[in-house]
Every structure is written in structure tokens, then in C-alpha cells.
């Protein structure tokens, strides 16, 4: 079974405060680790994926590394707007009823408060 | 380019009583998803669509329930709604339902929810 593991459940920062947000999983066959940024009473947002260990990708103050075991998503000087909660989730293929689907399983996320 | 766009965004419901809500999809998407999302269980995957099959299916009784139409559109129909059905469902799409490599054609975008409330 897929998991995935975020930490801390919760962060807070003060503006300009570097730090980095962590995720762990346990997935067989990877297709690739999504992040995504939800603000309240929103949908998630699409951030990043990476695709292979050793793979980075940077916009903006964020940028999201990649190892077999855990990502990071670390966050260079933050503003106030940064905060959000952030969430990570691992994607695999699976078959059902002889279909092959790609199904992303999630982290509970990480909740950012960035104190101006 | 319009996103995904769900409907109702809110639903006030009573045990007993059931529920459908819909999505459409990215324009030129054909494949989509169903996740339910509660502060105790996070975002819990339901269903996956594409071409009007079901592809996938999460650990949900079978009261969770779902289908595509021919222009991708989807519904999920919740029957005899309990308390705990109360939460946030939320519908992605992308464009295809398997991928391979780095095209980003596996990408899954989400619209705002549904908030539904079991009273």
C-alpha cells in the first residue's frame, strides 16, 4: 500500500525565514511525486512534479527536490502570501479491472503560517 | 482556458438523503477524478473516469458511486448519506489516464470542491 508521510503537520515563519517542508513515502512503482499548494476553501494547486531522484525544479521562493525515499520543498525567504498548507503526493500505476490508471495518493500536508 | 469547474459548491443535506454533484472537466481532458478530502483523513482517493469507464476505484462503500459522459463531464452520486460523508469532495482531471514519461499529460488539476454537510 502507497503511503505518504508530510512533516510538520504544521509550520510557522517569520517573513524572510527560510525552511524546508518534508515528505516520506513508500510507493512501488513511482510515476512521478506532485506538489500542490491548497489555500482555505480552495481546490489544490498544481506546484511541481518531479520525476527521478536527483530532480529539481524551482519557481519563485519554492524549490522541490526529489530523493528514493523523501522530498523537500524548501522555501527561500517567505512572505506572508506564502501561507498556505502544502501537499505532497506520490503517483503510481495501478490496474483495475484490467485498465492501467495512474492514482495519486496524498499526504495530510503541511500547514504554513508566514508572520509578516 | 477555463478549469475545472464543480458544482454545487455547497450542499446542506439530511441522513438518509442522497447527493449528486458534477464536474467538468479541462477543456480537451478526458480523464477524471474523485477525491473526498476530511481534516482527520486528508484527501482520500474515490474514483477515477476516463472514456465514460471507471479506471480506478479508492476503499469506499459502494453508496459512492460515479460516471463520465461522452464530453468527459462527471458526477458522483453519494446514497443514503451518513454523518461521515460530511467533507469536501473534490474533482481533478487530466488529460489522459496513463502516460508514460514526462509529457505532464498526467498532471491532475483540481477545481474549488464541493463542500457537502450531512445534518
Known amino acids: 500500500e502507497d503511503q505518504v508521510t508530510q512533516s510538520p503537520e504544521a509550520l510557522r515563519l517569520q517573513e524572510g525565514e527560510s525552511s524546508s517542508l518534508n515528505c516520506s513515502y513508500t510507493?512501488?512503482?513511482?510515476?512521478?511525486l506532485f506538489w500542490y499548494r491548497q489555500d482555505p476553501g480552495k481546490g489544490p494547486e498544481f506546484l511541481f512534479t518531479?520525476?527521478?531522484a536527483g530532480e529539481e525544479k524551482e519557481k519563485e521562493r519554492l524549490k522541490a527536490t526529489l530523493t528514493k525515499k523523501e522530498s523537500f520543498l524548501h522555501i527561500t525567504a517567505p512572505k506572508p502570501e506564502d501561507s498556505a498548507t502544502y501537499l505532497c503526493?506520490?503517483?503510481?500505476?495501478?490496474?483495475?479491472?484490467?485498465?492501467?490508471?495512474?492514482?495519486?495518493?496524498f499526504g495530510k500536508g503541511t500547514k504554513l503560517s508566514v508572520i509578516p | 482556458k477555463a478549469g475545472v469547474t464543480q458544482t454545487p459548491r455547497y450542499l446542506i443535506k439530511t441522513r438518509g438523503q442522497q447527493v449528486t454533484l458534477s464536474c467538468s472537466p479541462i477543456?480537451?481532458?478526458?480523464?477524471v477524478s474523485w477525491y473526498q478530502q476530511t481534516p482527520g483523513q486528508g484527501l482520500q482517493f474515490l474514483f477515477e473516469?476516463?472514456?465514460?469507464?471507471?479506471?480506478n476505484k479508492g476503499n469506499f462503500p459502494g453508496r459512492f458511486s460515479g460516471r463520465q459522459f461522452s464530453n468527459s463531464r462527471s458526477e458522483m452520486n453519494v446514497s443514503t448519506l451518513e454523518l461521515g460523508d460530511s467533507a469536501l469532495y473534490l474533482c481533478?482531471?487530466?488529460?489522459?489516464?496513463?502516460?508514460?514519461?514526462?509529457?505532464?499529460?498526467?498532471?491532475?488539476?483540481f477545481g474549488a470542491g464541493t463542500r457537502l454537510s450531512v445534518l
Open positions: 503526493a506520490v503517483q503510481a500505476v495501478r490496474v483495475y479491472s484490467g485498465a492501467g490508471s495512474y492514482q495519486l495518493t
Open positions: 510507493v512501488s512503482g513511482l510515476r512521478g
Open positions: 473516469y476516463f472514456s465514460e469507464t471507471q479506471r
Open positions: 477543456s480537451g481532458h478526458r480523464s
Open positions: 518531479l520525476y527521478s
Open positions: 481533478a482531471s487530466s488529460q489522459t489516464a496513463a502516460a508514460p514519461g514526462r509529457g505532464g499529460q498526467n498532471i491532475q488539476y
